[in-house]
Nanobody, 115 residues
Framework: QVQLVESGGGLVQAGGSLRLSCAAS????????MSWYREAPGKQRDLVAR???????DYPDSVKGRFTISRDVAKNTVYLQMNSLNPEDTDVYYC?????????WGQGTQVTVSS
């Protein structure tokens, strides 16, 4: 089965930056789309960024211009560069990978932005 491990979360001041990483392993099949989601307590898990295998990206308006998703296909690793962070970005961030049409989730990494 596919395992996803996120890293890079932590505490940062408003206006600062963080870079999240997510590595997929345990699958002999190629990883297609990889995404980042975030979830606050009592709220739904929302898409933050998505990137296809060929590099096509997708962002919601809430993060456009501030967040950048990228990937290393050979390493099955996806990254999320987050700039101009504000307290509204405080959430648990989850990595998702699509492998042979099935979705897999990481455990999540906490991002906390202080004012």
């Amino acid at each position: 089965q596919v395992q996803l491990v996120e890293s890079g979360g932590g505490l940062v001041q408003a206006g600062g930056s963080l870079r999240l990483s997510c590595a997929a392993s345990g699958s002999g099949r190629r990883v297609s789309t990889m995404s980042w989601y975030r979830e606050a307590p009592g709220k739904q898990r929302d898409l933050v960024a998505r990137i296809s295998r060929d590099g096509t990206t997708d962002y919601p308006d809430s993060v456009k211009g501030r967040f950048t998703i990228s990937r290393d296909v050979a390493k099955n690793t996806v990254y999320l560069q987050m700039n101009s962070l504000n307290p509204e970005d405080t959430d648990v961030y989850y990595c998702k990978a699509l492998v042979s049409g099935a979705g897999y989730w990481g455990q999540g990494t906490q991002v906390t932005v202080s004012s």
